[in-house]
């Protein structure tokens, strides 16, 4: 039977003949990983996958227990999809409301290679994009897998009531978003995320409803349950009362999103955190690729060194919007005030093919490298332009707004200024995480029975996400790829109990959990988490933000290590454990963040390369674009570490890639 771990692996022909050599000081070199995906061609590699999956009958399902962690797009379908086939299930969500998941602030759109547009869009032109986007460091295999299930995505989400928005004759509208040349995105105006957010939330609420899903709201997972090597529980806490609960189960998903707010400032909401994907690295999740990290380039700026977040304006703008800098640095004239003789359309000139819709991570470098040389505008000269001039000459302001009217609404609101009369500005922010917890094509970790989707996981994206691609996956994963390779683990588990609340596993993690709360609050310093948090942003942003070097690195993990030591004698909670206690709360992931942020840059220096949004100045071509190894770094680093209390250590364990029908070339989007 195919797909038990120690049984499957890839066929030899597809394993490159180079594997990373060597490591620097202070890595340790690890194992090869096999990501057990079926044999034979990818391109129908996961029909075969399902046609060999394990099931379990509907008769014998509600004696397997599974608890969903997140209700975002992918734990809210995973959760609902599990409940609908009949199987136990228990969500839990920090959140006083399942929809209030952080997959709502997706605006512009979600991907899907049905080809209703005459203009030649394909699966396999799909693949190619997504490969090619991620610059070659994601699995080919799973890229099918995200094109495959993307049209039923669409009907699903559809079905369940999505509001998508249609042509005049009734058909589903598209449109583009950056690193393609077809219109394959699908949209609700400027707020698909939140609208997809809804259908699948009220999904959860009828299973909920109908006893099917016992549901945790306002209850936060703060450590993982690993009984012989199995994930077999969760510890969460009431964020009301401070209450630890054990939970128990089967198997455990984790679809607890990314961890871009470990930056500070990011476009992500401020509760969303790493603690649940880093909780269950600490008990021996690996995590891959850590340091791919995308900077959105169509954030809006820092206006204030105390502003505390960024804000997120959709992709979905440069379909419309033309970026530019005035030509001459330093230039202080009103934007409308600069003819267009002297204006900079950088983009559409450097890259003429795509334009205004290069990939992410080559808009956020471009926008980076005019604002460095002096070319930035605004108050702080920290931003770009994007201009829609042009457009509502083209099309009329009525058109436009009926596109981007809410995104609209929402600059004005942030900056008091009509981004109709005069240009938006814009500037790179921190955004989605490529990297995340490293999973096998099954979406199952390094610890049996621990499973993971949609952003927490590293999967699809490589070392850049594609736009319109991140609803997409959360989707796939959670109604489409967890519901099947959930129960083939499940499958061979028939009459296997759940774990005593009394056995030493649960005990000793719950007693774990309460040791370090109590060592957070009795360090009784003098500075709050947030002074800690913002400390490391700015470390990061420098060392280890759009692009890094090895000096650069080399300092920031020193400097790290400096906010860590400070954060363990000097960190200050007010209030106790046993009632609401933000700062606690916040404590405990200020602390994941210092740890792993050493681990991205660790990440980020080992990878002696530049690929996709990894850009390691050393390495740019004679264009200065990023330079790939492909001889010594197509492949995945996934990093075990330990001795957190002391001098860290780090486990450099490796995933060869190789690639069949997206052949590997140098990315040129001009």
């Not at 709502?104 to 209703?116: S, Y």
């Not at 012989?228 to 969460?236: E, H, T």
């Not at 050393?618 to 010594?632: H, I, L, N, Q, V």
């Not at 957190?644 to 364990?653: M, S």
Request: neutral net charge.
């Amino acid at each position: 039977m195919i797909f038990k771990r120690s049984r499957t692996r890839s066929a030899p022909q597809e394993v490159p003949a180079v594997i990373p050599p060597g490591t620097k000081a202070g890595v340790k070199a690890g194992s090869i990983l096999d990501p057990n995906e079926p044999s034979g061609p990818r391109d129908t590699a996961w029909q075969r996958a399902r046609d060999n999956y394990r099931l379990v009958s509907p008769l014998n399902r509600r004696k397997f227990s599974i608890i969903v962690v997140g209700t975002g797009l992918a734990g809210a379908g995973a959760a609902a999809t599990l409940a609908d086939l009949g199987y136990d299930v228990t969500s839990v969500t920090y959140h006083d409301a399942p929809r209030r998941a952080h997959s709502v602030a997706a605006q512009g759109g979600i991907n899907a290679a049905r080809a209703k547009k005459v203009d030649n869009d394909s699966i396999h032109r799909f693949v190619t994009d997504t490969v090619k986007g991620g610059d070659f460091r994601g699995r080919e295999s799973e890229a099918f897998r995200l094109a495959e299930e993307s049209a039923r995505v669409i009907d699903h989400m559809n079905a369940v009531g999505a509001p998508f928005a249609r042509e005049y004759g009734g058909s589903l509208a598209t449109r583009s978003f950056g690193g393609v040349q077809v219109s394959r995105t699908y949209y609700t105006r400027g707020q698909t995320g939140q609208q997809l957010q809804v259908a699948a939330a009220s999904e959860l609420a009828r299973q909920v409803r109908a006893g099917r899903v016992k549901q945790y709201v306002r209850h936060e997972m703060v450590d993982l349950i690993v009984k012989d090597g199995q994930a077999s529980g969760v510890i969460v806490r009431h964020l009301l009362t401070g209450e630890l609960k054990p939970l128990l189960a089967h198997a455990v998903v984790l679809a607890t999103g990314g961890y871009g707010n470990i930056y500070f400032r990011s476009t992500l909401a401020k509760n969303s955190n790493a603690s649940a994907a880093w909780r269950a690295h600490r008990r021996g999740a690996h995590m891959a690729m850590p340091s791919f990290v995308q900077f959105h380039p169509t954030a809006l700026p820092i206006s204030s060194e105390w502003q505390s977040k960024t804000i997120l304006m959709s992709e979905s703008l440069r379909n419309d919007g033309r970026i530019w800098v005035p030509a001459t640095p330093g230039d202080v004239r009103p934007p409308n005030e600069i003819p267009e003789e002297e204006r900079d359309y950088y983009l559409e000139r450097k890259y003429p093919a795509f334009g205004n819709l290069t990939p992410r991570d080559v808009a956020s470098r471009a926008a980076k490298e005019a604002i460095d040389g002096g070319f930035g505008v605004g108050p702080l000269k920290n931003s770009v332009y994007l201009d829609f001039r042009d457009a509502i000459a083209r099309l009329g302001l009525e058109t436009i707004a009926s596109r981007y009217g809410n995104l609209f609404h929402m600059y004005h609101d942030a900056t008091g200024e009509d981004p109709t009369t005069s240009p938006m500005r814009i500037a790179p922010g921190a955004h989605f995480t490529m990297g995340g917890l490293w999973a096998d094509y099954q979406l199952m970790t390094s610890i049996p029975g621990l499973f993971v989707a949609g952003e927490a996981g590293f999967g699809y994206h490589g070392a850049n996400r594609l736009g319109a691609n991140s609803l997409l996956s959360a989707c796939v994963d959670g109604w489409f790829t967890i519901p099947y390779t959930v129960p083939n683990y499940l499958a061979g588990k028939l009459g296997q109990p759940l774990l005593d609340p009394d056995d030493p596993a649960v005990t000793e993690t719950m007693a774990d959990a309460y040791a370090r709360f109590d060592r957070l609050l009795g360090i009784g310093g003098t500075r709050p988490p947030r002074d800690f948090h913002r400390e490391l942003g700015e470390v990061l942003y420098s060392g280890c933000g759009v692009s890094r070097t090895r000096e650069g690195l080399t300092h920031a993990i020193g400097a790290i290590r400096d906010i860590r030591e400070r954060f363990a004698r000097d960190l200050l909670i007010a209030g106790p454990v046993d009632r609401v206690n933000q700062e606690l709360e916040y404590a405990g992931r200020v602390e994941d963040y210092l740890q792993l942020a050493e681990l991205m840059c660790v990440d980020a220096l080992e990878r002696e390369e530049s690929c996709g949004a990894h850009f390691r100045e050393e390495y740019r071509s004679d264009t200065g674009e990023a330079k790939r190894d492909d001889s010594t770094w197509a492949s995945i680093l996934a990093w075990e570490t330990g001795s957190w209390d002391d001098t860290p250590t780090f486990t450099r364990h490796v995933e060869p890639l190789s690639f069949e029908a997206v052949p590997l070339e140098v990315r040129d989007y001009r």
